[in-house]
């Protein structure tokens, strides 16, 4: 009895320390792992050095776990990186080559392991495109780990999360597909306003949108093209410079369409000063600005009691510096002809032109125009004028 309790307690010992040396081998796995990983994001920054060192690790931990998928993708990704910095082209393409086949192996033997996706997605993504085509690969990576964020995956954290939608976006972005770029921009700005990726995204959507509508899309009907350049030219106005070239471009097309519509041509000289606000030259600025505002004091002249091309004017005027252009006698003007037209025309004409709550905006902005150039009584009694409007609109 007393031997076989003494193998019992032999096999217990031996179990226990096989493992204790398994959980040693495990924890410096992980460690070695992580280590290469840090090494890669150093190595894709451009830091040679690094990317030789993770070459150099990523080697040693696959002659401990030669079976290890992860550790196989680490050192395809790693053998590929090390390509980069060669000075011989074929040897980066070679490189390249197999580190995308050692990945892809790996993959294989284990294509539900999310961290052996988020190393080829990476490794994807830092291809260049037109030599390896390799974005749509990355795309349907990312798309993957997006969609595990999603499913409450404890594998990727936020601030993974919000990488992946950055990447995402701009593989997209690289296809062509822009469309589906800001949908996945768009989430990752709602989601996360004030991400690391949030600066980034916002100037590559502005460039995105501007290399895209510079040129006006085919649109045969002349009233689709105006109504498309005139949400663009709304849109510039609440601070969206691409936009507002854009909106240049299309109304300029419009006018040539239509050049004998006094309103059209208003619409492209408003728009053609809105570009000049956004110009970080100050001879462009006040170029452009007198050029448009040329245009809409010509249709004016044609067509004096046209309330759609008077707040035309006047909006523009109010969104001119006033110390370069000195124009808010003008807005206030404009805005208090607008007004006044406003509150003596039938209910049928004034709700096609500006809404009630329009209305406000436009008294609220003549205010101001008021407390520009030191009129406060009138700005205080207009003040009273627009709590009494918002009351009304309240109670409806």
């Known amino acids: 009895m007393r031997t076989d309790r003494a193998g019992d307690l032999l096999r217990v010992d031996s179990a226990a320390a096989n493992s204790e040396e398994t959980l040693e081998a495990m924890a410096k796995r992980t460690a070695l792992i992580e280590e290469v990983l840090r090494l890669l994001e150093l190595g894709e920054a451009g830091d040679r050095a690094a990317a030789e060192k993770a070459h150099e690790l990523a080697t040693e931990v696959r002659s401990l776990f030669p079976e290890d998928p992860l550790v196989e993708a680490l ?61 749509a690969a990355a ?31 701009d593989c997209y972005r690289r296809l062509g597909m822009t469309a589906d770029a800001r949908e996945i921009w768009d989430e990752l700005l709602n989601l996360h306003p004030d991400s690391p990726y949030a600066e980034v995204v916002r100037k590559q959507l502005n460039q995105s949108l501007s290399e895209q509508l510079l040129s006006p899309p085919e649109i045969e009907d002349i009233d689709d093209l105006l109504d498309w350049g005139l949400s663009l030219f709304n849109q510039g106005l ?20 239509r050049p004998k519509d006094p309103v059209i041509e208003a619409y492209y000289g408003s728009a053609l000063a809105l570009t000049g606000k956004y110009s970080p030259n100050s001879t462009d600025m006040f170029q452009s600005a007198v050029q448009g505002l040329a245009l809409v004091n010509s249709t004016l002249r044609r067509r004096p009691k046209n309330p759609e091309i008077r707040l035309l004017r006047g909006y523009l005027c109010y969104n001119l510096p006033d110390p370069l252009f000195d124009l808010t006698n003008r807005v206030i003007e404009d805005f208090q002809w607008v007004r006044e037209w406003y509150l ?10 500006l809404s009630p709550n329009q209305f406000v905006d436009l008294l609220v902005s003549l205010e101001t125009a008021y407390r520009r150039s030191g009129k406060d009584a009138e700005a205080d009694a207009l003040a009273l004028e627009i709590k009494a409007e918002r009351a009304r609109l309240a109670e409806n």
């Open 238 to 257: 609440k601070g969206d410079p691409a936009a507002a070239q854009a909106a240049k471009v299309c109304l300029e097309k419009v006018h040539q369409l």
């Open 139 to 169: 795309i349907t990576d990312f798309e993957y780990l997006a969609a595990q964020f999603r499913a409450c995956s404890s594998d990727i954290d936020s601030g993974e999360y919000q990488k992946i939608l950055y990447q995402l976006g």
């Open 75 to 135: 050192y395809g990704s790693s053998y590929s990186l090390i390509g980069r910095y060669a000075s011989d082209g074929s040897a980066m393409f070679a490189h390249a080559i197999e580190g995308i086949e050692i990945i892809e192996n790996a993959v294989r033997r284990d294509p539900e392991n999310i961290e052996l996706r988020k190393i080829r997605a990476q490794h994807s993504y830092r291809l260049p495109e037109a030599f390896f085509h390799r974005t």
């Open 344 to 353: 003596t025309s039938s209910h049928r004409k004034r709700e096609k032109f």
